[in-house]
């Protein structure tokens, strides 16, 4: 469905897209993952036409996306990141306003708008106007815009920074219900707990490219961390770090403040393995946790660095 093929985008000397490549098929929420910075939103106004490139090209519907290309535009719908309502108009008047946009029929547009008005919550405050609602309801607001129409494909610009937990839940609710109705999602987010719980399908960007993409489950087969253990308020020796170093299936650790947090690939019995030689060490220790792969953790070991850096 949508197709990017070696895009490069350069602002003067600083290259924003490096050879970027996606496929995002139909039926797909797609998350593009990555830290503030590595080109996301430059990739979205690429795709929308709404910024010129430099090299490559972009298909949409299995047509080139241009800027006069009404066609393809029409089946888009698109929440950016930052909201772009009328002051003047009602909750019901902007959803109204740019839902004709797309569709002049005013019975079918009615129904549409009481649509996207149920869907996002907002039946509670469809006569007041923006500037009456909070940061959360705004954004839902800006939701409600993008979507009335039900575009085939809808394009998100993190809908969810600076959302109070409450709403952000409605939100990432009602991505999944557009879904399920039918329209294809491209969702961009630093979030990756978000991302997770959404997409079908995840492209993690540094730089302006892809570093990696698949399921979630195939990006963390891709790396070596299969549990991370931390231990808080526990006491150790220079000899007791190289014992755990040395215990199987250890690959990494960290030791700062009382804190230890073990890396080890994917294999049983990791913790009680360690607490067994803690045990037998009489080493006391506070609280103990053990996780399974993040999406950070992809991140942290291809790039070397945080997710949230
Ligand atoms: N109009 C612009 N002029 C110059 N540099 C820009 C412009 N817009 C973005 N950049 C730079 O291009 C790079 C990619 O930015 P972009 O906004 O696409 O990243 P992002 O992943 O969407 O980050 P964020 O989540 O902060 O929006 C960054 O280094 C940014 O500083």
């Not at 220790?285 to 950070?296: A, I």
């Amino acid at each position: 469905m949508v197709q990017i093929e070696n895009l490069v985008k350069r602002y003067g000397n600083l290259v924003a897209l490096d050879h970027l490549n996606l496929s995002i098929s139909e039926g797909e929420v797609f998350g593009l993952l990555g830290p503030n910075g590595s080109g996301k939103t430059t990739a979205i106004n690429c795709m929308l036409s709404l910024l010129k490139y430099d090299k490559g090209s972009i298909h949409i519907f299995g047509e080139e996306m241009r800027p006069d290309n009404y066609k393809v535009k029409q089946q888009i719908g698109i929440v950016l990141q930052n909201v772009a309502v009328f002051d003047e108009l009602t909750v019901y008047e902007n959803i109204d306003y740019f839902c004709g946009l797309y569709v002049p029929d005013k019975r079918k547009r009615k129904e549409l708008v009481e649509e996207a008005i149920t869907f996002t919550d907002l039946n509670d405050y469809r006569k007041m106007r923006p500037k009456k609602l909070s940061g959360g309801l705004l954004r839902r607001l800006n939701i409600a815009c993008g979507i009335a129409h039900k575009p085939r494909l809808i394009i998100m610009d993190e809908p969810t920074v600076a959302v109070d937990p409450q709403s952000r839940n409605k939100i990432l609710e009602g991505i999944q219900k557009l879904n399920e109705q039918g329209s294809t999602i491209i969702y961009t987010s630093h979030y990756m707990e978000e991302v997770e719980q959404i997409c079908t399908r995840i492209a993690i960007m540094d730089h302006g490219h892809v570093i990696a993409s698949g399921t979630k489950e195939e990006l963390k087969k891709m790396i070596k961390t299969g549990e991370t253990i931390t231990i808080e308020a526990i006491p150790l020796t220079s000899e007791n770090l190289a014992d755990i170093r040395a215990l199987p299936h250890v690959f990494d650790l960290h030791y700062e403040e009382q804190i230890l947090t073990v890396r080890c690939t994917g294999a049983r019995h990791n913790l009680i393995r360690l607490l067994n030689y803690l045990q037998n060490q009489d080493i006391s220790f506070g609280q103990v946790s053990s996780e399974l792969p993040t999406l950070n953790d992809v991140f942290l070991e291809i790039t070397g660095k945080q997710l949230r850096d």
